[in-house]
């Protein structure tokens, strides 16, 4: 094994190791947001509303990521006759779609979760729908989500080393290239990337407990997050 | 160059992909049991083993948990292509790695599902005087599995949509067979991808649907 091989070559990690995060920041960017706004909708009282966020939601969550990452770059350009600039976009379309999907259920869970009597007295103070959602309900339901986030966050950096397989340059299609060449140790290769991948992981982590603390000591509660274990928080009944 | 959605080769790419669908079916069946017996066993183990293996068993299943599998099957199938045996499948290597990587999700259920477990019922095994094996296949096994079986049901689901990764092994699941057709055919990518999808769509939406019910039913029978 040809350890200062991989050494030298650890700086052509900098630049692709920036689209590995670009691609997971910008991908969970994208499903935040359509959490909030599906998980919004599939908490909504109309049927209107309801369905075809819900719709929406299976049909992300049943079909295969890998399945969409590879619909999204190579069956969508055909279909709409619109050809991608970088492929790019089509890993961070996908990748968010889905996790979307799923994280939409995260954040009905937590509306659901805020006590009745909140809402009962919001009414009563005559606050309009939406002073209701911003002011009471989402104050109270945001930390509860956050553990299961964090989880997903994870999940979605994990499934952000997929786009490499569309050709996207980020770090686990490095390995593989810089793997093929003589003198070099693939095995050795992979191995840094799996360990790049851990810190990352760790990092979220990491951000996510200080956030959810923050979070729950805006509400008035010093409540420690559960102890530290690096896992999915979501494990009972997560990524279904 | 393809255009669209054509009909004649819908018929001419299904067969194709329904023999890759069965490809998919056949590693979730492996590598399902590889996470539901493997995941118990780290579970047991990290809980009640002896103390010298607690930390490196439960610091290699963090791990693969936080790592990305496409890495852990590229990493492994190097490995035993390069120095163990070349000979090997793909099929076999695929169904392992991704066994074990579910394994590290299951045992952190299985794990919640023990830590769920009153004490009271550890104490009365106490109690009774009751030897190792009655604690954990009488007591706390049977109970364990009411709490997660729903839960490791949803991770199973969750690995049978990751089977289409190990295409980059070569196992000739649905992705696979769909490249195949389209390096034949010059086209096949929008019926092939969307056939995929379809059938994902159509056999795991039945089973969450089944294991929400489960997951309903068995948590009103919690006591």
């Known amino acids: 094994m040809d350890f200062e091989a991989v050494i030298e070559s650890l700086p052509r990690y900098g630049e692709p190791l920036l689209v590995t995060v670009g691609v997971t920041a910008a991908s969970a960017a994208l499903a935040l947001v359509l959490a909030f706004a599906l998980g919004l909708m599939t908490a909504s009282r109309r ?16 079909s295969s990521v890998v399945v969409q990452l590879f619909w999204f770059a190579y069956a969508m350009p055909v279909v709409l006759g619109v050809q991608f600039d970088h492929l790019i976009a089509a890993g961070v379309i996908a990748l968010g779609l889905n996790y979307g999907a799923y994280c939409s259920e995260v954040v009905r869970g937590a509306i659901a979760a805020v006590p ?5 007295a919001s009414v009563a103070l005559n606050l309009t729908p939406l002073q209701r959602m911003r002011l009471v309900v989402l104050p109270q339901a945001w930390p509860e989500m956050i553990p299961s986030l964090c989880a997903f966050a994870i999940m979605l950096l994990k499934a952000s080393a997929l786009v490499s397989v569309i050709g ?12 093929k060449q003589p003198g070099q140790d693939r095995l050795l290769h992979y191995a840094v990337v799996l360990v790049i ?23 008035g509660v010093d409540a420690r997050p559960a102890k530290g274990r690096l896992a999915p928080a979501v494990a009972a009944g997560g990524a279904r | 160059m393809q255009t669209g959605w054509s009909n004649a080769t819908v018929r001419e790419i299904f067969p194709a992909m329904w023999d890759g669908f069965l490809v998919v079916l056949q590693v979730t069946l492996v590598a399902g049991v590889i996470a539901v017996v493997l995941g118990l066993l780290v579970a047991v183990g990290e809980r009640n083993g002896p103390a010298w293996l607690r930390r490196p068993l439960s610091g290699a299943f963090q791990f693969i948990r936080n790592t ?10 190097t490995a035993t292509s390069l120095y163990v045996n070349p000979d090997w499948s793909a099929f076999a290597v695929g169904s392992a790695v991704l066994g074990v990587h579910y394994a590290s999700y299951t045992s952190e259920t299985y794990r919640a ?17 009751l030897p190792t094996r009655r604690v954990w296949g009488a007591v706390v096994l049977p109970q364990m599995a009411r709490r997660s079986a729903a839960a490791v049901g949803n991770w199973i689901i969750a690995m049978f949509k990751e089977v289409p990764t190990l295409f980059v092994i070569g196992v000739m699941e649905m992705i696979a067979e769909a490249r195949a057709f389209q390096g034949q055919h ?38």
């Open chain 1, 197 to 219: 991948y851990f810190v990352l992981a760790w990092l979220i982590w990491t951000g996510m407990r200080a956030l959810e603390r923050r979070a729950k000591r805006g509400l």
């Open chain 1, 47 to 62: 049927l209107a509303v309801r369905a075809p966020a819900r719709v929406f939601v299976e049909f992300f969550r049943g």
């Open chain 2, 113 to 129: 599902g023990i830590d769920a477990i009153p004490k009271g019922q550890w104490e009365a095994a106490t109690a009774l005087n």
């Open chain 2, 68 to 77: 990305p599998l496409l890495v852990q099957v590229l990493i492994v199938w």
């Open chain 1, 116 to 120: 009745q009597g909140q809402l009962e």
């Open chain 2, 186 to 223: 010059y086209t096949g990518a929008v019926e092939g991808y969307t056939i995929a999808g379809l059938l994902f769509l159509a056999a795991s939406y039945p089973v969450a649907v089944a294991m929400r019910r489960l997951e309903i039913r068995l948590a009103k029978s919690h006591y």
């Open chain 1, 168 to 179: 996207i340059l980020d770090i686990t299609w490095l390995a593989g290239l810089i793997g």
